[in-house]
């Protein structure tokens, strides 16, 4: 069974950096696609970006052009780079990824916790 282990939270200053990194085990890691969510007090969980077996990205509008999403198959581990970041990025980071090939994100990390300080 697949376990993913986040890290890289904390807290940072607006216009700073951050990078998360998620540390797969329990299954081969290269088959699968690999995504990062986040979840805002008071928020439902949404979708940041997701990474492909073969390395497509998919990135949400509200975080395009400052978050990069990446994965180092050798390593069993994926990564979110976070650029510029704004105190609207406060969020508890979640990894995820997918039971079964092609199937819907439903395997979840502890999560890691961002803040954004103005």
């Known amino acids: 069974q697949v376990q993913l282990v986040e890290s890289g939270g904390g807290l940072v200053q607006a216009g700073g950096s951050l990078r998360l990194s998620c540390a797969a085990s329990?299954?081969?890691?290269?088959?699968?696609?690999m995504a990062w969510f986040r979840q805002a007090p008071g928020k439902e969980r949404g979708f940041v970006a997701d990474?492909?077996?073969?390395?497509?990205?998919t990135i949400a509008d509200s975080v395009k052009g400052r978050f990069t999403i990446s994965r180092d198959n050798a390593k069993n581990t994926v990564y979110l780079q976070m650029n510029s970041l704004k105190p609207e990025d406060t969020a508890v980071y979640y990894c995820?990824?997918?039971?079964?090939?092609?199937?819907?994100?439903?395997?979840w990390g502890q999560g890691t916790q961002v803040t954004v300080s103005s």
């Open positions: 329990g299954r081969s890691f290269s088959s699968y696609s």
């Open positions: 995820s990824t997918t039971s079964r090939p092609l199937g819907a994100y439903n395997v």
């Open positions: 990474i492909s077996w073969s390395g497509s990205t």
